[in-house]
Every structure is written in C-alpha cells, then in structure tokens.
C-alpha cells in the first residue's frame, strides 16, 4: 500500500489565522481524500483531491474556509482557514490502494493535530 | 442509507479474553468492509477487511465474521493485550472509485493488564 508522508504532526495556532497542511505519496493516485476527526470522534470527509481539477466538497465544506491544492499525482495540500477553536481537529489525508484489479482500503497519513487558542 | 452502525462504544477487556465489535449496514452496493484501529495521535491503520463473498476471515488474532443476510459484520480479537488498547473503526465502501467510505462511530477498547 503506498506511504502517505503528513505535515505538520501538530500545530497551536492563533484564532483568525490559517494553517497548511502538506500530504506527499511516495506514488501517484489519482485521487487524495482530506478528512477531519474533531476529538473523539470518527472522521468525516472533507473533500476529493483531483489533479488538474477543483477538489469535491462534502456537504458542511466550502472552499473558502478549507482550500485544496492538487499540483500533481503524489502531493496535495489543506489549509484551514480563519480559525476557530472549533476547528482544533486531527486533519487526515488518506488515499485508496488496490488489491490487485479490486480496490481495497485507505491508506492514511498519521495525522496534523490542530490546536486552535 | 450510508450509514454504519457500531458496538459497544466502549469495551474494557482483560488480558487474554475476547474483545467482540460489531457494525451494521443498509446499502447492499457495499462490498468491502475493513476495520481499522487506531491509536492516541496517529491515523487509522487497517487492521483487517473482509469482502462478501466469503463469511469469514482470520489474521493471526484478529477474525472478521460477516454476515451478508443481516447485513452486519463483527470484529473479534482473541487473547486480547494490552497493545491491543485502541479504537476500532469499522467502515463500509462500495468497489467504485469514485465512492467514499462510510465510518462507524468507533469502539474505544482498553484491555486490562
């Protein structure tokens, strides 16, 4: 399965600022899937990364608040927006393998702890 | 329907029992089912998945049971340890690309030494 490298691990910004997040694979994927997980929560999709293309928001998403870059088949970036201290979340970027003809599970990279005060 | 159902939300194990998590699904389109585990400060890992063209499947200590009628599928961990202390998320997906998972809520398991 491909190795999903994510920065940073952690993050304490000040409210009204931003923060990028940077997810590089070590192979090129069509697809990169950006995910919140508010504490103690499960994860929730964000958006769909596509290359050469905008990313698809889920519902609850916009892009002026959570801008997604897509430069190339192995890297993308997040960035939140304005913050909030509702936004301090573990933030996931996660791509999806193949089992040989059959796609099988995501891979996810370990994570951007975001800290919001 | 999207939705994943999972229990217990919580599960306290001693060391050596069985830690059982089990989930339900409504949409018949899903046909892969991983679970992942995940530990404090890093993303999920799989742990384990299971198709629907089989019942069951076993790595090492951890089994998949699933059942296609019901449409529910359970987690078990044998001789559960202490490094085995995590949340588990069952999920559900269909084989389509351009679908996206659908995550349970999560067990929180803790074995006791």
């Known amino acids: 399965s491909a190795v999903i490298s994510q920065k940073p691990s952690r993050d304490i910004c000040q409210r009204g600022t931003s923060l990028t997040i940077q997810c590089q694979v070590d192979?090129?994927?069509?697809?990169m899937f950006w995910y919140r997980q508010q504490p103690g929560q499960s994860l929730t999709l964000i958006a769909t990364?596509?290359?050469?293309?905008?990313?698809?928001?889920e519902s609850g998403f916009v892009i002026d608040k959570f801008p997604i870059s897509r430069p190339n088949l192995t890297f993308s970036t997040l960035t939140v927006s304005n913050l909030s201290p509702e936004d301090s979340s573990i933030y996931l970027c996660?791509?999806?393998?193949?089992?040989?003809?059959?796609?099988?599970?995501?891979?996810f990279g370990s994570g951007t702890r975001l800290t919001v005060v | 329907q999207q939705q994943v159902k999972q229990s217990p939300q919580s599960l306290i194990v001693q060391k050596g029992g069985i830690s059982i998590i089990n989930c339900a699904y409504e949409n018949t389109a899903f046909d892969y089912f991983p679970w992942y585990q995940q530990f404090p400060g890093k993303g999920p890992a799989l742990l384990i998945a299971?198709?629907?063209?089989?019942s069951e499947k076993k790595e090492g200590r951890f089994t998949i049971s699933f059942n296609k009628s019901a449409k529910q599928f359970s987690l078990h961990i044998m001789d559960s340890q202490p490094g085995d202390s995590a949340t588990y998320f069952c999920a559900a997906m269909g084989d389509n690309y351009g679908q996206n998972f659908v995550f349970g809520p999560g067990t929180r398991l803790s074995v006791l030494p």
């Open positions: 996660s791509v999806r393998s193949r089992d040989g003809r059959l796609l099988s599970g995501y891979t």
């Open positions: 192979s090129q994927v069509t697809m």
């Open positions: 990364a596509n290359q050469g293309s905008e990313a698809t928001y």
């Open positions: 299971i198709r629907p063209d089989v």
